[in-house]
């Protein structure tokens, strides 16, 4: 702790934003961060807590509270504070594989648990985190590491998305000959399809993809591992094969009219949007074009957001978005006392977009969708939604429908963004794997019941963060190393 009374005398101070109405012509990131020396005086607000809950990521009251990734935040702080930032780089990448990731994505964990919180603001953890690692690749100082000597041992990761990519980059350090495989024609799963490229652009992962490359990862593209030939080839191949490819079955929605044309799963469009822009900038219109279009997007949290935020980008006529559980409240509740994970509204870049377009937030809660009505020709035309109440039905509270508050939307293109439930079938039968009663990959540390068969990530414990997968990835590498050599110092 560099200043001991900067959280008294220093100010939070956040990146600027781009106005909304400026933002929203293109797809680019939109964040202007502070300046080193700015940043380095946020650093100076970290407190002497005694106890650093920002780094403690244990689940409190069924949320977890701090960082999943356990970063030695305070010390690389500090550093910060003191224009260390070779230092503070040390630090970070001895916990996190990928800040330049979650330094963009991540909910910051670690900044509502933060002690400074509880009177007041929080550290900015996650931009001292970005300005860390940013710093490093502007100084030239993330240069490719292969190691020194290699282990004669083979390892296949399957899937390229947060978790395979630390578990390929662990095992790789580690001196394994990594191979990853990813059935899509980019490299980054999650990362470069699932989110949007004004929160991550992809630039920032092919910058991290090439530095793995070049210290002796080895990635293959349009390379999926989806049957049972494909599986057998790849244990005689493979010492140890990892499983990571995420839960990718999504949610459905099951009412009347389902089958009308319009309606789309929420990843499927951000996937399309996305490859569409690396491709051709969207000039070859290969995506679900919401232009002047009325858009009704079923679902809240990240994935919602981002397909409120993306339609207007694509200049949509309106855009009304669902939400089943009723409006958090603005503050924290009585019930809700730090360190926990805050149950409070919150109001994200797209909702903050739908109230500059078109004057109101998108969100409806307590609401979902009743029954889609289609024209003459099959396509979607209207949606019938009703509210919600909660009731106790059968010993266990739910959301039921209100009688007679049915209401009539004029809808033209529909995206459910309710969230995924599990791996997809015909992986886990290729793969011969056991699944939980979630849809899950069994497993036991990591293993599953093929005996050469590692799984982490999404797959493993299901629909997660990027900074949970992260974890994830580096505690399947450490199984395996202990698997093969009998002790691990991952």
Known sequence: MGKPTGFLEIERQVSTEIEPLKRIKNFNEFHKPLSRDEQSCQGARCMDCGVPFCQNGKVIQGMVSGCPLNNLIPEWNDLIFHKNYKAALKRLLKTNNFPEFTSRVCPALCEAACTCGLNGNSVTVRENENAIIETAYASNWMQPQPPKHRIDKKIA???????????????????????VFEREDRIGGLLMYGIPNMKLEKHIIDRRVHLM???????KTKAGIETKKQVQELYKEFDRVVLACGSKKARDIQVPGRDAKGIYFAVDYLTRITKSLLNSQLEDKDFVETKDKNVLVIGGGDTGNDCVGSAI????????????????PHERLDSNPWPEWPRVKKTDYGQNEAIAVFGNDPRLYQTTVKEFIKDDKGNIKQAIIVSLESKQVEGRRQMVPVKGSEKTLD??????????????????KAFDVKLTPRGNVADENYQTNQNQLYVAGDMRRGQSLVVWAIREGREVARAVDEDLMGYSNL
């Open 313 to 328: 980008r694509l200049g949509c006529k309106s855009v009304i978005q669902l939400e089943m559980m009723p409006e958090p």
């Open 213 to 219: 490359e070049e210290e002796g990862v080895v990635f």
């Open 411 to 428: 809808v033209d293109v529909v995206l459910i963004a309710a969230g995924f439930i599990g791996c997809e079938d015909h992986v886990a």
């Open 157 to 179: 990761v399957i899937g390229s998305g947060p978790s395979g990519l630390a578990a390929a980059d662990q095992l790789n350090k580690r001196g394994y000959q990594v191979t």
